[in-house]
């Protein structure tokens, strides 16, 4: 994932406020079209864990849906779906990569919050094989 720092902040900053359950959201990623490399993260939204839980998330159904047509109107893909771990390490559980086979293609953002400062990583998850992959912040 490519993110502005002030982005990444709003997102670290979702993950603080539901210590310590679980967060959960939305990456937009501006359009790939035309671009050269990956297209940068747009819009963070954050969504509800509707199990409110610190084990595990899930975003509402209708929630998603109505995201996703929001992204779609602004011209917007979407990009990654981030959660954070209040108590383990910032790695996919084997829940995460199940609900990823869900999901093929998309970035999975984790935000670690079990020792004191936030850790953010990223991956792809595709058949069940977690491979971490760069996130680069910009000022
Ligand atoms: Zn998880």
Not at 57 to 75: H, K, S, V, Y
Not at 80 to 109: C, K, M, R
Not at 119 to 128: H, N, P, S, T, W
Request: glycine share 8%; hydrophobic share 40%; net charge negative.
């Amino acid at each position: 994932m490519v993110i502005a720092a002030t982005l990444l902040d709003e997102l670290i900053a979702h993950a603080r406020e539901e210590y310590d359950d679980e967060c959960c959201g939305i990456v937009a990623y501006a359009s790939g079209e035309g671009g050269v490399g990956e297209p940068p993260a747009t819009k963070v939204h954050r969504a509800t864990n509707i199990h409110a839980s610190r084990k595990r998330f899930e975003i509402d159904g209708l929630e998603l849906l109505r995201t996703l047509e929001e992204f779609e109107q602004a011209g917007w893909e979407l990009g990654a779906i981030y959660h954070s771990h209040t108590h383990t390490a910032p790695y996919p559980s084997q829940t995460d990569i199940n609900f990823a086979a869900n999901w093929p293609g998309l970035e999975w953002v984790i935000v670690g919050l079990a020792d004191g400062e936030p850790e953010v990583r990223c991956y792809l998850i595709e058949d069940g094989e977690v491979r971490e992959v760069d996130l680069q912040v910009r000022s």
